[in-house]
């Protein structure tokens, strides 16, 4: 959580569609919570799961992927792969007692700000309910 009680949100958006959704919320003035940092990548078929679990144990309260839809990607089959990798994090996130809540992954095209702005906001409201994180912390050891 910041200074202010407002969940850190890390969010990693393709180039082509994801990036270019934001970019026309933006654009059109769309109004949507500002707790979100975006990490702009080439496909969300790029992102590795341990970049999320290091954003996590970074100080983030939730993450956010987004990419392009299904048979859309720019890359062929790049959202197929992360839909894949990230279904088992998710679980194994779950497995080890992370609220499923910190972790969501959506499809937002470049026409679809609208979109974008209703995915900000489940985000941002799910990592407010679930609370401050710090399960991944690193703690100072006495040795």
């Not at 954003?55 to 720019?74: E, N, T």
Request: aromatic fraction near 12%; charged fraction near 25%.
């Amino acid at each position: 959580m910041s200074a202010n009680g407002e969940p850190n949100i890390v969010a990693f958006l393709c180039n082509w569609c994801s990036y270019a959704g934001a970019d026309l919320a933006g654009t059109s003035r769309t109004q949507y919570p500002s707790n979100i940092h975006v990490i702009r990548v080439m496909c969300s078929g790029r992102v590795n799961p341990l970049y999320v679990m290091n954003a996590l144990q970074q100080g983030a309260d939730g993450v956010l992927v987004s990419g392009c839809h299904p048979g859309d990607c720019h890359y062929m089959e790049g959202n197929y792969y992360a839909r894949r990798r990230f279904g088992i994090l998710k679980d194994l996130m779950e497995f080890v007692g992370v609220d499923p809540r910190r972790f969501h992954m959506s499809w937002v095209s470049a026409s679809e700000g609208h979109k974008w702005k209703e995915v900000v906001e489940k985000t941002v409201e799910d990592a407010r309910e679930a609370g401050p994180f710090d399960g991944f912390r690193r703690r100072k050891i006495d040795w």
